[in-house]
């Protein structure tokens, strides 16, 4: 008589073979990161939308930047994880919603959270959401990263792009006092966007979590201490 445990051993190890045939080497590399990422597991626990809840959660711990009644902005926010942690912590309810969060993807319904499918970049963007906020916001945060092309300078430009129209549209948005938490990539390129966010905000800083994975590039900017656009530079830009 067959052993039970080989054969179902030996099936397990079919359908994994079989199964990864049907994918690229990087998907089996993230599958394979997934499989092996504790974050993962905890985030599955805690019931968070993704393991990056945990980055917000490590950066809040240290900052203390999310309190009760702030009105907070979330671009770029699926699948929802950094939209939970902010609704957690300043208590934003179905009956008091103190979030709005900004996608081009569908995100399943969060309670305290107003959620819009749109472009931030869109002309219109900024005064809907104040519209939504109830006024200006206190926070914007940003884990959004541009779409890769494998060219690794390419790809550093469209992050540090997309990081710099993230500013633009939170000094649009943010009440004096407020602050910007977005993510980069370590690399060049980034003067002009740290030098723009020092000249407006009292405090920035890099901060890499300890949830961001080992070995990546990632870290984030926080900008705190909003300064609010002088009018004759708002004047300016809108000119411009």
Same mark, same amino acid.
């Given at each position: ?28 590399? =993230? ?50 994880? =950094? ?8 208590? @934003? ?20 959270? +107003? ?22 916001? +206190? ?7 541009? +779409? ?46 740290? +030098? ?20 990546? @590039? ?23």
């Amino acid at each position: 008589m067959a052993d039970k445990s080989k054969l179902s051993g030996s099936r397990e190890m079919a359908v994994r073979l079989k199964t990864a045939r049907k994918r690229t080497t990087s998907q089996q590399k =993230w599958l394979q990161r997934q499989l092996n990422d504790p974050y993962v597991a905890k985030a599955k626990e805690a019931g968070y939308k993704s393991r990056a809840a945990f980055k917000l959660l490590e950066i809040d711990d240290k900052y203390k930047l999310l309190k009760p009644g702030m009105r907070i902005v979330d671009l770029g926010a699926a699948p929802g994880g =950094w939209c939970q942690v902010a609704a957690e912590r300043i208590k @934003s309810t179905q009956a008091d919603v103190r979030i709005v969060a900004i996608d081009l993807l569908e995100i399943d319904p969060l309670p305290g959270v +107003n959620f819009m499918v749109m472009d931030f970049t869109a002309p219109e963007a900024d005064e809907i959401l104040k519209e939504k906020l109830g006024g200006l916001a +206190n926070g914007v945060i940003s884990d959004m990263a541009a +779409n890769t092309t494998g060219h690794k300078p390419t790809d550093h430009l469209k992050i540090v792009g997309l990081a710099e129209m993230a500013a633009a549209f939170a000094r649009d948005v943010l009440a004096p006092g407020g602050f910007f938490l977005c993510k980069l990539f370590q690399g060049g390129e980034t003067v002009t966007l740290l +030098n723009d966010l020092k000249r407006d905000f009292a405090v920035v800083r890099h901060v890499k979590p300890a949830a961001s994975r080992a070995g990546s @590039s990632e870290l984030y900017v926080l900008a705190t201490g909003f300064r609010g656009v002088p009018l004759d530079r708002a004047e300016d830009e809108d000119e411009a």
